[in-house]
């Protein structure tokens, strides 16, 4: 099957954020709770806001944690942050054959265009999907369904890609195919359980279900 349509998240599947923010975690929870917080635990997170996150984990301590959360990263910068391999030649190409192109993320619009402005992968996207568009995120379908809206598509046109379990059923939810990376932080094997109908090894893959 073809698409027109590529939907993507954004860290861990277009850049490789992953040592930030697994980094960061660890910085704050030992900062604040003294506590040493698994990787596996950080990984089962991604695909969802930091706040929601944060607050479902630990909530007493929620305040606390994200500002020193937010004050690492700050200190870090974009440093750590790099393109996963392939990203920007392989959104060239599909825009270069016509796709449409969104990014359907649950980092806030400032800090996600700070990582696509850097690496230069944000002329390529012709809609932006983050947390301030809805107050429903991944796993519920509505940030795919508003993205399938912006770009006056049918859930049969459109490929969502991610690298969590998030990713997968928000688009499973909304009716729209789906293909898991399998360089997730969470492992090919753990990605597969959520059933993606494709898996790639590489982001260049794409281009064989590109219309």
Not at 37 to 66: N, Q, V
Not at 146 to 158: K, V
Not at 167 to 172: E, F, M, N
């Amino acid at each position: 099957m073809a698409f027109d349509y590529f939907l993507f998240d954004l860290d861990g599947t277009l850049i490789d954020s992953n040592k930030h923010v697994i980094d960061c975690f660890k910085y704050a929870f030992q900062e604040v709770l003294a506590e040493s917080i698994s990787t596996p635990e950080i990984t089962a997170t991604f695909g969802i806001p930091l706040e929601t996150a944060i607050r479902a984990m630990r909530p007493a301590a929620a305040d606390d944690l994200l500002k020193t959360y937010r004050a690492e990263s700050d200190r870090r910068g974009q440093d750590d942050i790099l393109m996963v391999p392939e990203a920007d030649k392989t959104l060239a190409a599909l825009k270069a054959r016509g796709a449409g192109i969104a990014v359907v993320t649950s980092k806030k619009r400032v800090n996600a265009y700070k990582s696509l402005d850097q690496l230069g992968l944000s002329p390529y996207l012709d809609v932006f999907v983050g947390p301030e568009d809805t107050d429903r995120h991944k796993p519920d379908p509505k940030p795919v369904q508003i993205a399938l809206e912006r770009f006056a598509a049918r859930p049969d046109q459109a490929l969502m890609v991610g690298d969590s379990a998030h990713d997968i059923t928000a688009a499973q939810k909304a009716g729209v195919a789906t293909c898991g990376v399998a360089f997730a932080a969470c492992g090919k094997e753990t990605l597969a359980l959520a059933q993606p109908d494709y898996m790639i090894d590489r982001l260049s893959d794409l281009l064989s279900l590109c219309r």
